[in-house]
C-alpha cells in the first residue's frame, strides 16, 4: 500500500513562504501524476496544483498562479510545492495526491488520484 507523507507546514505572516515536501513509500509511484489539494474548514477539497510525472506539464489554481510552484524529484520520489506571497485565505490542510497508475495525465479532478496523504497544517496569519 502506497503511503504518502507530508511535511512543512506552519504558521506563517501574510507574505511570507512555506514549502511544503511530499515523500512516498513505495518507488512503484515515482513516475506517477501528482497533485497538491487544500481544505479550508467549512469548505470543500479543493485542487491547488498538479505536474506531469516528468515535471514537464504543470497546472494550478487561479488563485495561486505566479505565487505557488510545484516540482518533483523522481529520484528522491518526492512532489513539493513552494508558496510564496501567502495570504490568510491559503490558510488550510493541504493534502499531498498520486496518480492510480503510470501515463494518467495530471488533471483538477480529485477522483483521479487514488493514494492521499494525511495533510499538513498551513495557517496565515494577517
Known amino acids: 500500500q502506497v503511503q504518502l507523507v507530508e511535511s512543512g507546514g506552519g504558521l506563517v505572516q501574510a507574505g511570507g513562504s512555506l514549502r511544503l515536501s511530499c515523500v512516498a513509500s513505495?518507488?512503484?509511484?515515482?513516475?506517477?501524476?501528482k497533485a497538491w489539494f487544500r481544505q479550508a474548514p467549512g469548505k470543500e477539497r479543493e485542487f491547488v496544483a498538479a505536474?506531469?510525472?516528468?515535471?514537464?506539464?504543470?497546472y494550478y489554481q487561479d488563485s495561486v498562479k505566479g505565487r505557488f510552484t510545484i516540482s518533483r524529484d523522481n529520484a528522491k520520489n518526492t512532489v513539493d510545492l513552494q508558496m510564496n506571497s501567502l495570504k490568510p485565505e491559503d490558510t488550510a490542510v493541504y493534502y499531498c495526491?498520486?496518480?492510480?497508475?503510470?501515463?494518467?495525465?495530471?488533471?483538477?479532478?480529485?477522483?483521479?488520484?487514488?493514494?492521499w496523504g494525511q495533510g499538513t497544517q498551513v495557517t496565515v496569519s494577517s
Open positions: 495526491a498520486c496518480a492510480a497508475a503510470p501515463g494518467i495525465v495530471p488533471t483538477r479532478r480529485a477522483q483521479s488520484y487514488n493514494y
Open positions: 513505495e518507488r512503484t509511484v515515482s513516475n506517477y501524476a
Open positions: 505536474i506531469s510525472w516528468r515535471g514537464g506539464t504543470m
